[in-house]
């Protein structure tokens, strides 16, 4: 299962990072469009909103996987591995999980909502669709709830090989 969640993370991350390439190309020729010929629409700037929350939002599991993740280094790095793997458990336990499942709580709500209403843009020539977009929330929070399980499943067997040393 832990095998399953992290290839599926990692398939997930890899395919978003390609993102990346699209909503700069999109913003490049919006930029030129813009300056050269004073044209933009709404449209365009939503779409970029859009790829940038999609990057955001299913990169970071992906980034909790691959320990790319904001941490506090500052003592961390000079841990033992035990050390590290009681702060990763405690971390995953106490803060990671716990937040993850109140933001995958508020977001389907806020998703489901969304969906009731046929949510679109409110402005002119805006994207006619939010809600697909307001669904990655909740699959995002629920795809950081499974890799901090692998995570904190991590610590707990880091934990048990450095008692055995």
């Not at 919006?30 to 779409?47: N, P, Q, Y």
């Not at 806020?110 to 969906?115: F, I, L, T």
Request: negative net charge.
């Amino acid at each position: 299962m832990v095998d399953a969640i992290d290839r599926l993370v990692a398939s997930i991350g890899r395919a978003v990072g390609w993102l990346n390439v699209l909503l700069i190309v999109i913003v490049v020729v919006d930029v030129l469009l813009r300056w050269f010929f004073s044209l933009t629409a709404a449209w365009v700037i939503e779409l970029e909103w859009h790829l940038f929350s999609l990057i955001f939002l299913l990169g970071i599991p992906y980034a909790l996987q691959q320990d790319r993740h904001v941490r506090v280094d500052l003592f961390y790095e000079d841990f033992t591995a035990r050390d590290k793997g009681m702060v990763n458990l405690v971390g995953a336990a106490l803060f990671l999980i716990p937040w993850a499942i109140v933001l995958l709580y508020t977001s389907a709500n806020y998703a489901y909502e969304s969906w009731s209403s046929g949510e679109g843009s409110p402005n002119p020539n805006g994207l006619p669709y939010f809600f697909p977009i307001k669904s990655v929330v909740p699959f995002a929070a629920a795809l950081l709830i499974l890799q901090g399980l692998v995570e904190a499943w991590r610590a707990v067997r880091q934990l048990r090989q450095s008692d055995r040393i």
